[in-house]
């Protein structure tokens, strides 16, 4: 607790040990919430990653029928709503660092694109194996419109929270 709030409290007419007391409380609730919100952010981390796999195995026959524009679009719209909802989730928890924005922001992506990669092949074989009319398609070309496609709004956000900070920053500059 910051000493402007101690003498707050003392000339109110709290005791050291009441202070202290509440100090204690504060910070035992402040650890719990940190450890819940990791617990949380690894939750979803999981469920995203379950959820980009799943996507996967559902895309394969859009792969193996499609031609490039109507698949890219759905590529796009399923991955950007899944990316939409894992931003909402990232967002809303309350204590995250650094290292996990960075997790987020980095890892997925990679995963999400290499998940794809092998999807494409999968599904390019069975193009070849069946003898569809339809040419194969660039595995990491679909891996990286995925990959971007999943990102982008949380980049996005990531992009907004930085240039509100600076002009927060900004603005206690000139106060």
Not at 5 to 19: D, H, R, S
Not at 28 to 44: C, D, K, L, T
Not at 63 to 92: E, H, K, M, P
């Amino acid at each position: 607790m910051r000493t402007s709030q101690k003498n707050k409290l003392l000339e109110k007419g709290w005791l050291e040990e009441e202070i202290r007391s509440a100090e204690k409380s504060l910070d035992q609730f402040n650890r719990s919430e940190v450890q819940f919100s990791r617990m949380v952010f690894w939750s979803a981390l999981i469920l995203v990653i379950f959820t980009n796999l799943a996507l996967s195995l559902i895309l394969v026959p859009y792969l193996i029928v499609l031609t490039n524009g109507l698949l890219y679009l759905i590529i796009v719209l399923l991955a950007g709503s899944i990316g939409f909802l894992y931003n909402l989730l990232i967002n809303d928890i309350a204590h995250i660092e650094k290292k996990h924005h960075l997790i987020a922001g980095i890892i997925l992506p990679l995963l999400a694109i290499s998940n794809f990669l092998i999807t494409v092949f999968i599904a390019n074989n069975i193009i070849q194996e069946l003898q569809v009319k339809n040419p194969v398609h660039n595995a990491w070309l679909v891996g990286l419109v995925f990959g971007l496609a999943f990102i982008l709004p949380y980049l996005g956000n990531r992009i907004k929270f930085m240039v509100k900070e600076r002009k927060v920053v900004y603005l206690a500059k000139e106060a």
